[in-house]
């Protein structure tokens, strides 16, 4: 009985904590383009991402900050739309980039990575955004926290 009542009072604790709204850094390309990127600041966002969500909202995304730099993977299972990714050195210059990356519903899903060098920060944002951001290698990317 007690056990029971512990994983009631544990699963009510849930719902009753205030959550912390999402942070979200607007990342400006040097076509002028602006991202509005959702950080993967917990434990959930760092392991699902984009995983189970319908959509994006219009011009925004995800960024991964790692806490070292490495030769960093990605996968989209679970994802529902494809993607396109970027990674992003230390430097906030873009080192590699994948377009079209397809959603995988069943195991094995693809990985896709790791980059020529490492990276601190992987970008996600909606299918086509590289083409329409004109993002290019080697663009230096600027970030800013919205308060």
């Known amino acids: 009985m007690m ?6 009072l544990m699963s009510a604790s849930v719902f009753l904590v205030e959550r912390k709204e999402s942070s979200i850094i607007v990342i400006t390309f040097p076509s002028g383009f602006e991202l ?5 600041d917990t434990p959930e966002k760092l392991l699902f991402g984009l995983a189970f969500r319908d959509a994006l909202p219009s011009n925004g995304g995800m960024l991964y900050i790692f806490e070292q730099n490495g030769l960093h993977r990605i996968t989209t299972k679970e994802y529902r739309f494809p993607i396109d990714i970027l990674w992003v050195d230390e430097g906030h210059h873009v080192v590699h980039m994948m377009e079209q990356a397809e959603p995988c519903a069943k195991d094995p899903c693809p990985v896709f990575g790791p980059p020529p060098e490492a990276v601190r920060y992987v970008i996600q944002a909606e299918a086509g955004f590289i083409r329409k951001a004109r993002v290019q290698k080697n663009d230096e990317l600027k970030y800013a926290l919205r308060l």
């Open 36 to 40: 509005e990127a959702e950080v993967a």
């Open 3 to 8: 056990i029971l009542l512990a994983l009631l």
